[in-house]
């Protein structure tokens, strides 16, 4: 199947600071990219999904000016939290498909954020 | 709207066993259906997918999964567990009517392989 990676896989910050992730299909053109954040023990929350070129959309009540996401090319995403907080601590994972909506979606091995 | 239910929080099983993990779906549509599995601190890998044709989808490491539209369901199956199997199954559910529409997950049934 396709491969698709995330930079970094953990990463810990302060407080108020933003952190970015990388989501990268590897091996095909991604024309749309999803971002998911999932609690413990719990199933997927789709925050965004994102074509390739164009703004984002974003599930309802996902905060849009939070969780900035760009997907400037068919191979790549990013998923940047500004301002992080405690709260924002999660597991993200993103995903990508091509354009026909029977295509599979596959995932990214996942980023572990942990604000301080 | 559509929706997945997977009735079972956690499943175990001897290993060498047959294994089912449930799941039940509702789409207005046509149904889109997915199977992934999560291990720890990783993200989802993709089993086996359903869009139309046999009922009976074969998929990664030896699993199956069995299309019932009568009763609306998409259980996996493997007619022998191993230890190796033990992970967070994922069932996902997409609307193929009224085109493209996100993916609904439902909550994940642990798996747990007993040597």
């Known amino acids: 199947g396709a491969v698709v990676s995330q930079h970094p896989s953990w990463v810990i910050c302060k407080s108020g600071t933003s952190v970015k992730i990388e989501c990268r299909s590897l091996d095909f053109q991604a024309t749309t990219m999803f971002w998911y954040r999932q609690f413990p023990k719990q199933s997927l929350m789709l925050m965004a999904t994102s074509n390739e070129g164009s703004k984002a959309t974003y599930e309802q009540g996902v905060e849009k000016d939070k969780f900035l996401i760009n997907h400037a090319s068919l191979t790549l995403s990013t998923l940047t939290v500004t301002s992080a907080h405690p709260e924002d601590s999660s597991f993200y994972i993103c995903?990508?498909?091509?354009?026909?909506?029977?295509?599979?979606?596959?995932f990214g091995p996942g980023t572990r954020l942990l604000v301080l | 709207a559509q929706s997945v239910a997977q009735p079972e929080d956690q499943v175990n099983v001897a290993e060498g066993n047959p294994l089912t993990v449930k799941c039940t779906y509702s789409?207005?549509?046509?149904?889109?259906l997915f199977w992934y599995v999560q291990y720890p601190n990783r993200g989802l890998q993709f089993l086996l997918k359903y869009i139309t044709g046999d009922n009976l989808v074969k998929g990664s490491y030896g699993f199956e999964a069995e299309f019932n539209k009568s009763q609306t369901s998409f259980h996996l199956k493997k007619p022998s567990a191993l230890v190796s199997d033990s992970a967070l199954y994922f069932c996902?559910?997409?609307?193929?009517?009224?085109?493209?529409?996100?993916?609904?997950f439902g909550i994940g049934t642990k798996l747990q392989v007993i040597p």
């Open positions: 996902a559910v997409r609307d193929l009517s009224g085109g493209y529409q996100k993916v609904t």
């Open positions: 995903s990508a498909s091509g354009p026909n909506p029977r295509e599979t979606q596959y």
């Open positions: 789409v207005s549509g046509n149904p889109y």
